[in-house]
């Protein structure tokens, strides 16, 4: 009888264990479960917030690069009307002197002919 009960108890005994280990070994997987879960979302967060900010950098290269061109584009177009206006200025300019000039010319010269005849 007493080996029936010891084997009784060790049977009992190795199934607590089992049931104990069982147990543990549930633990461990939520545990490490949980954990993997964690690290996967880390992961997942960098990568996104990484894809995030190459998206948002690439968008404000596009704006400045664009504001940029559309600055200098006027500033370029301002510099071309102020050259053009003078340019247009002075051959204005030139052409009202060689107009007045010849008026000038034309005003006199018969005063000179004039002048040598007699």
Do not use: C, K, N
């Not at 880390?42 to 596009?62: E, G, I, K, V, Y």
């Not at 018969?110 to 002048?115: A, K």
């Amino acid at each position: 009888m007493q080996v029936l009960a010891r084997y009784i108890d060790s049977t009992s005994r190795s199934s607590e264990i089992r049931q104990t280990d069982e147990r543990t070994d549930g633990r461990t997987d939520r545990r490490t479960d949980r954990q993997t879960d964690r690290q996967t979302d880390r992961q997942t967060d960098r990568q996104t917030d990484r894809h995030t900010d190459r998206q948002t950098d690439r968008q404000t290269d596009r704006q400045t690069d664009r504001q940029t061109d559309r600055q200098t584009d006027r500033q370029t177009d301002r510099q071309t009307d102020r050259q053009t206006d003078r340019q247009t200025d002075r051959q204005t300019d030139r052409q009202r002197d060689r107009q007045t000039d010849r008026q000038t010319d034309r005003l006199f010269i018969p005063d000179l002919y004039t002048l040598y005849i007699v």
